[in-house]
């Protein structure tokens, strides 16, 4: 079947670094996807991965490892903000998303 | 401003009273997508549309129907609401009509639905 885990739930301190572990299982895959959803809004878009590697935008990278079913997103100079649920989702060989149950962040000052 | 519109944003209703729950996107996109999202679930989708009058289930379609008449719209059908089906919805659309795909997903702002 197809499947993804991330962890539940991760504190980190206001200015730290914080890496977000996705593992997922599908039938084929297309892309590795990060959204962020703050507590009642709509996911926003935050990385995609198709190829092995790091790709990083600003404060923000996400890591892919095809070989292993794993990705990551870093999260460095850890802001308030950032407090969120971030949603990891990988595309299958229909395109179809599959999607993991999130990972709420809490940032403490 | 490009975005995915929804309506009603807050519904409360009764079983069994017929809703519909509008989605409408201004950027062209091929494909547009329903989910729903309960706490420890995550994101499961309901239907989605690969183009127009072209749609397919989803993970948990039972009890909801969709259509999609224009690229645009992509309404969400619950013929006779149920408790269960009290949710956090959410349209989405995406241009992925093209290959390869790299298309990201908007989102519209949801539509908190309780069904007493």
């Known amino acids: 079947g197809q499947n993804i885990d991330q962890p539940t739930e991760m504190t980190a301190t206001e200015g730290a670094i914080v890496q977000i572990n996705c593992t997922y299982q599908?039938?084929?895959?297309?892309?590795l996807f990060w959204y962020q959803q703050h507590a009642g809004e709509a996911p926003t878009f935050l990385s995609y991965?198709?190829l092995d590697g790091l790709e990083e935008k600003g404060r923000f990278s996400s890591f892919l490892s095809r070989s292993k079913g794993y990705s990551y997103l870093l999260l460095k100079e850890l802001q308030m903000k950032d407090s969120a649920s971030y949603l990891c989702a990988a595309q299958d060989s229909n395109y179809q998303l599959i999607w993991g149950a999130g990972t709420k962040l809490i940032i403490k000052p | 401003e490009a975005q995915v519109t929804q309506n009603p944003r807050y519904l409360i209703t009764v079983t069994g009273k017929k809703l519909t729950v509008t989605c409408s996107q201004n950027?062209?996109?091929?494909?547009m997508s329903w989910y729903r999202q309960d706490p420890g679930l995550g994101l499961r989708q309901i239907y989605y549309?690969?183009?127009?009058?072209?749609?397919d289930k989803g993970d948990v379609p039972e009890g909801y129907k969709v259509s999609r008449k224009e690229k645009r719209n992509f309404p969400l059908i619950l013929e006779s609401p149920s408790p269960n089906q009290t949710s956090l919805y959410f349209c989405a659309s995406s241009a992925w009509g093209v290959r390869p795909n790299t298309g990201e997903l908007f989102f519209g702002e949801g539509s908190r639905l309780t069904v007493l």
């Open positions: 950027m062209n996109h091929e494909y």
């Open positions: 549309s690969m183009n127009v009058e072209v749609t």
């Open positions: 599908t039938s084929g895959f297309n892309g």
């Open positions: 991965n198709v």
